[in-house]
């Protein structure tokens, strides 16, 4: 309906995204890395699940700055290592925990980073955040939506009862 589009394109409803996963752009010999090379986690599923799978903001304003929490779940079974690269834009930076040394976090446990956005314009801004592990590199995207333009129809126009083949108007303000 137009209600449903106004309030999606001005980020009051989003479809949720719980299922979706994040993408494992490459592997890596866990050997060179590991003693325990061996996971109950699939291949096709990084070791750590992030929540919320993607980072969006919306209804900012330019020159504010913006924090959100990005969590990382060991979804192993062993101890494993994280390290999260700062992404390649100058809105957004990446805060790790004071806590985490050595980057090893142990099996079910959550790491919490902070993501910061300090936007320098009222648009659209949109990169991706590298995640390595000792199996493998996956991203995370991160977004902003700036403003949108949209015209705001009614649901539904009532003509009320009128004759029928005869012509009839109703107007209504956009």
């Given at each position: 309906?137009?209600?449903?589009?106004?309030?999606?394109?001005?980020?009051?409803?989003?479809l949720?995204?719980?299922?979706?996963?994040?993408?494992?752009v490459?592997l890596?010999?866990?050997?060179?890395?590991t003693?325990?090379v061996?996971?109950?986690?699939?291949?096709?599923?990084?070791?750590f699940?992030?929540?919320?799978?993607?980072?969006?903001?919306?209804?900012?304003?330019?020159?504010?700055?913006?924090?959100?929490?990005?969590?990382?779940?060991?979804?192993?079974?062993?101890?494993?290592?994280?390290?999260?690269?700062?992404?390649?834009?100058?809105?957004f930076?990446?805060?790790?925990?004071?806590?985490?040394?050595?980057g090893k976090?142990?099996?079910?446990?959550e790491?919490?980073?902070?993501?910061?956005?300090?936007?320098?314009?009222?648009?659209?801004?949109?990169?991706?955040?590298?995640?390595?592990?000792?199996?493998?590199?996956?991203?995370i995207?991160?977004?902003a939506?700036?403003?949108?333009?949209?015209?705001?129809?009614?649901?539904?126009v009532?003509?009320?009862?009128?004759?029928?083949?005869?012509?009839?108007?109703?107007?209504?303000l956009?």
């Open positions: 309906t137009p209600s449903q589009l106004a309030a999606e394109l001005k980020g009051i409803e989003r949720p995204a719980t299922l979706k996963r994040p993408q494992v490459s890596f010999n866990m050997a060179e890395f003693q325990n061996e996971s109950v986690v699939p291949l096709n599923e990084p070791l699940q992030p929540s919320p799978p993607e980072v969006i903001f919306d209804k900012f304003e330019p020159l504010q700055r913006y924090t959100t929490s990005l969590s990382l779940r060991n979804n192993d079974n062993v101890n494993r290592r994280i390290k999260v690269l700062n992404p390649d834009s100058t809105a930076t990446i805060e790790a925990p004071k806590h985490l040394k050595g976090v142990a099996p079910g446990m790491v919490v980073f902070k993501v910061h956005f300090f936007p320098r314009a009222a648009q659209d801004y949109a990169c991706e955040l590298a995640c390595i592990t000792e199996r493998e590199k996956f991203v995207s991160l977004a939506r700036g403003p949108r333009a949209c015209f705001e129809f009614p649901d539904g009532d003509f009320v009862l009128q004759p029928v083949r005869k012509q009839s108007q109703e107007a209504f956009l």
